[in-house]
């Protein structure tokens, strides 16, 4: 892997996010910032990726640890190109998120909380994404996917597959 | 009760998430009233007059919280929004901020203005992060034509405001747990006092409103507080945003004004059309995830035998022996063929999931319940379980740092006081409940 830096331009939209807070209250801007990275660097937060915005935001990387370890966005092992983040929770499962699981395992092969082998789909449960009437549902990157049917999720796949990746997070459009 | 739209009243209107559309119909008129015709205080009165409680799940006043922010000379003062909505069965936020994102930056500018506040945030939560993107070209429209920024329409108000994503924590919609995110922290709620009206963001008097409540605030200063009050019944004033979900043949978000019976929301076709699949209704979790549970009899009727309304008060009635909240809203219907015991553990595994760790009873409390509902729900449950669960759940209550323990015991508590017999079945016919729940699935395995 190349070095743990951001580009020129990256580096100009991480000073404005740092600038939307109070002189030295530069810490605020963390997760942004983790989320930049995590989307820059490969998907998953390593320690090098974690050192760096610490070294970028001036904080230990102590403090940046604690904090990518909280939040469940942010993956502290490499994940598939496309996470597919099936929610999981009440009102989704009345409305068929098990057998969408089911359904994808079946369709990859692999169980959920596992990645395909070539690293292109990693499956993963998740808790109510704010799609409970939309039910079942899942996210991959920033795109919900909603009222899902086997039919829509084979076209999904198959679109993601063509495309190879998902739709980051942190795109600016 | 033919309903009255105020948030959502422009919402089928093409283009209402631009500038230019929302402008023309009518958007960011309360910005120019208040600023240019009104005083600070002034704004405060007329959303205490409007008897608008917060929308976010507490339903606290919000005139109130307003004023107790305090106003120390030559400290800044904040306006947090908090969109994180997380509760399971709410999605109102995400919602009105995709659709009409102007709604809520009005809104923001003119509680800013009322609470004096030149920097303001928006929290929202990270997998929104979509919406986050709508929100940020909204306040670019709102820089564009003069309403954010310095001098805003020639009055010497400056206000700035940005949107700030979570990333993934149901806690962080605690409003203390926020602001800890909000400063690049792991989001552990504070210990209170002092309240964010005192020490909040960056430890200065801070406002945390949920997006409803917010946005509420742009109508409320243009037909004036005691207009607002007017709709509505009793102290339940206004319009609500209910997250419609589970077994409904039309769930999504509707704006209903409160008091509307909820016999009516759930089998009108103005809302919800009934319950799927011609099925009778079984049960309803009326306030999202944390609320307690209540079998049908109870939800559409009082305990008294009198109508059960959608409204802050009529919800609540009979306490927590045959009543509920109206919590964030977010409705949840159950289909006379759902189970239960598995609902309760999925909610349970929820909360377990979402404890952030401070406190003993929540931490291992929620583990616990999860257990034990998982042991129940997979046939391996004895007849004791039952009421370990009811202690287990009593443990919690009242025990913790901040309410998210009390969210965690609630849906126990209530199914076990509603459901027991179900509960009962799972322990003397552990077969029969995994034919019924899991013929479909075999994916589980028991894990003890
Ligand atoms: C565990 C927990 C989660 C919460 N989640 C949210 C949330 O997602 N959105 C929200 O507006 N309020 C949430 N709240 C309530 C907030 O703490 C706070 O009361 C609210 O934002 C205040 O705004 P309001 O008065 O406008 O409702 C949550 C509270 C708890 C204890
Ligand atoms: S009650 Fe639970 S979520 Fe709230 S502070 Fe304690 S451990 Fe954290
Ligand atoms: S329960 Fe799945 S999105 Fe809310």
């Known amino acids: 892997m190349s070095e743990t830096r951001f580009s020129e331009e990256t580096i100009k939209v991480v000073n404005s996010i740092v600038s939307r ?71 989704c499962m009345l409305n068929g998120a098990e057998e969408l699981v089911s359904y994808l395992e079946r369709k990859l092969g692999i169980k959920s ?12 449960e998740v808790e109510c994404l704010g799609s409970c009437g939309t039910a079942p549902m ?25 495309e190879g990746k998902q739709k980051s997070y942190v795109d600016q459009d | 009760m033919a309903g009255k739209k105020i948030l959502l009243e422009h919402i089928d209107v093409p283009g209402i998430n631009t500038y230019e559309v929302y402008r023309k119909m009518g958007g960011y008129r309360s910005v120019e009233k208040a600023i240019k015709s009104m005083s600070p205080d002034d704004v405060v009165e ?33 306006l947090v929004c908090n969109a994180d909505e997380s509760e399971p069965g709410t999605f109102k936020d995400r919602y009105l901020m995709e659709k009409i994102p102007h709604a809520l930056i009005e809104g923001m500018i003119t509680s800013s203005y009322a609470l004096g506040a030149n920097t303001s945030y928006i929290y929202i939560r990270g997998e929104y ?51 800890e995110s909000l400063e690049g922290k792991r989001g552990n709620p504070r210990i209170k006092p002092p309240f964010p009206a005192v020490a909040g963001l960056y430890a200065c008097p801070t406002v945390v409103n949920n997006v409803e409540t917010i946005a509420a605030v742009a109508p409320i200063v243009n037909m004036g507080g005691d207009e607002y009050a007017k709709i509505g019944v009793g102290r339940s004033t206004g319009t609500k945003l209910i997250s419609a979900g589970g077994h409904l043949n039309r769930p999504g978000v509707y704006e209903i004004e409160l008091g509307v019976p909820v016999e009516e929301f759930i089998y009108s076709d103005e809302y919800c059309g009934g319950i799927k699949n011609g099925k009778k209704l079984k049960a309803v979790v009326a306030g999202g995830s944390s609320v307690p549970i209540l079998p049908a009899n109870l939800i559409l009727k009082t305990a008294n035998n009198e109508q059960r309304l959608m409204s802050y008060e009529s919800l609540a009635d009979g306490g927590f022996v ?71 759940s009593k443990k919690i209550e009242g025990n913790t740092i901040c309410p998210l323990g009390d969210a965690a015991a609630w849906p126990v508590a209530s ?16 077969k029969l409940c995994l034919e019924r729940n899991y013929g479909i699935s075999q994916k589980h395995e028991v894990v003890m």
């Open chain 1, 113 to 124: 909380g596992e990645t395909t082998a070539d690293g292109m789909f990693t499956i993963r």
């Open chain 1, 138 to 162: 899942l996210q991959c990157g920033r795109d919900f996917h909603e009222n899902l049917t086997n039919e829509k999720v084979d076209a999904l796949l198959d679109k993601l597959k063509a």
């Open chain 2, 322 to 392: 045959s009543g509920t909240m109206l919590g964030s809203g977010g409705f949840i219907a159950f289909d006379e063929d759902s189970c239960i015991v598995r609902n309760t553990w999925n909610f349970a595994r929820f909360y377990h999931h979402e404890s952030c760790g401070q406190c003993s009873p929540c931490r291992e409390g929620t583990g616990w319940m999860e257990k034990i509902l998982h042991r129940l729900e997979y046939g391996h449950g004895k007849m004791s379980d039952i009421d370990l669960l009811v202690d287990v």
């Open chain 2, 46 to 78: 007329e959303v205490k007059k409007s008897g608008l409680r917060g929308r976010g799940g507490a339903g606290f006043p919000t005139g109130m919280k307003w004023s107790f922010l305090a106003k120390p000379e030559g400290r800044p003062r904040y």
């Open chain 2, 415 to 430: 199914a076990i006081r509603h459901f027991r017999d179900e509960f009962e079945w799972h322990v003397n016919e552990p």
């Open chain 2, 129 to 179: 992060f979509y919406v986050l993107r709508i929100l940020e070209k909204a306040i670019a429209e709102a820089y564009a034509n003069g309403f954010l920024g310095k001098n805003i329409l020639g009055s010497g108000y400056d206000l700035d405001l940005y949107v700030h994503p979570g990333a993934g924590a149901y806690i962080c919609g605690e409003e203390t747990a926020l602001l």
């Open chain 1, 21 to 91: 807070y109070p002189e030295g209250k530069q810490k605020s801007a963390l997760i942004p910032v983790l989320h930049i990275a995590q989307a820059e660097f490969g998907g998953w937060l390593s320690s090098d990726t974690m050192d760096y915005v610490a070294s970028l935001l001036e904080i230990k990387p102590i403090e940046v640890y604690e904090v990518a370890s909280f939040y469940s966005m942010f993956n502290l092992k490499p994940v598939g190109k496309c996470l597919l983040e099936v929610c999981h929770t009440g009102p």
